[in-house]
């Protein structure tokens, strides 16, 4: 297990009065500001700091049961943004990714307060772009197939086992009515699959649904390809769902062509009201990956930072009740929007509640 203590990230802040949305000036400045976020520097840490020290924690840990190796990497809030027991987010990389991307999701909700959990899954993460290039589109095949989407979801169970076990430094701080599965592309059906997603095999339903998830924020889900029926397929998910995409999330993978419509389709799908849809006005289907600027250009940083603060917006609506920080970022967010998320009905008394203890 490796320790490293990062430079916090500087915590997010609104772009100015939420009601009034953003001029073309203040646009522009929110564009400086999310990309100055991504040049923060990372020095080494002693070895074993205590977890308030820790601004992220990785880890080897291996599933003796499979004979798999799951790395994963902990990003952890300091103590001076951690209100009581920390809410917890495991997140499922994409194709080809690894437990060092989406390193924006994982600062931003940190410096807020919430601990992310990122798995690396190792039959299809950043080693397909390794070898021959002439077997690329054998690697990509085998890593997209049905049993690979299954290791994936034991992975994220297995991690999670791992980290809420007693002898974790983070367990007993880990608020475990409050833990959320994550994911973007290949690794947004994981989590829907983690969630009750469930397909008809030998008769039989199979699936792979983990309780501990409260909730769940998908991005940019392809379909469940092979499958012709997606309502009984997502017809047992019943956590609140987010759902993020843009007007250009377009998945161009050789036999895995997916149009955005196939976003709007999973949303359209899930059977619970407790869903909510974010759609920006551009961006290709990797603006949410830790790519650079080349997909999406200035509206890239935007895009992440803007993602990263919808999930928490979300969170609070789920687990608190509250309505009003999803509100204030649709107001904030607006000039990018193709389609803000409307709140589901709460329970505002509860709400209100909470607000005066």
Partial sequence: MAIIDATPPQPFTSAGPASSGLDRRRFGAMVLAAGAGSLLPYRSARARPAPDEARFVDFEWVDTARNRTVPARLYWPAASTRKGPVPLIVFSHGLGGSRKGYSYLGEGWSARGTASLHIQHVGSDETLWQGNPLMLLDRLGGAADERE???RTRDVSFGLDRLLQRDSPFQAAIDAKRI???????????????????????????GFRDPRFTASIVISAPPFYGETDLAAVLASVDVPTLHVTTTEDTIRIPGRYSPVQDRIDVYT??????????????????VFTDRSLRNGGPLNPLVKRATAEVGLAFLDLVHKSDPAPLEDWSATWKPI?????????????????????
């Fill in 149 to 151: 989407a299954i290791e």
């Fill in 180 to 206: 959320v599965a994550a994911g973007h592309s290949f690794g947004a059906n994981t989590t829907l699959i983690l969630t009750g997603a469930q397909v008809i095999r030998d008769g039989k339903p199979l």
């Fill in 269 to 286: 799908a899930i059977p619970t009201p407790r869903k909510a849809l974010v759609v920006f006005q551009g961006g290709p289907h990797n």
């Fill in 337 to 357: 929007l193709a389609a803000a998320p409307a709140p589901f009905q709460v329970d505002t008394r509860q709400w209100a509640r909470k607000r005066r203890a």
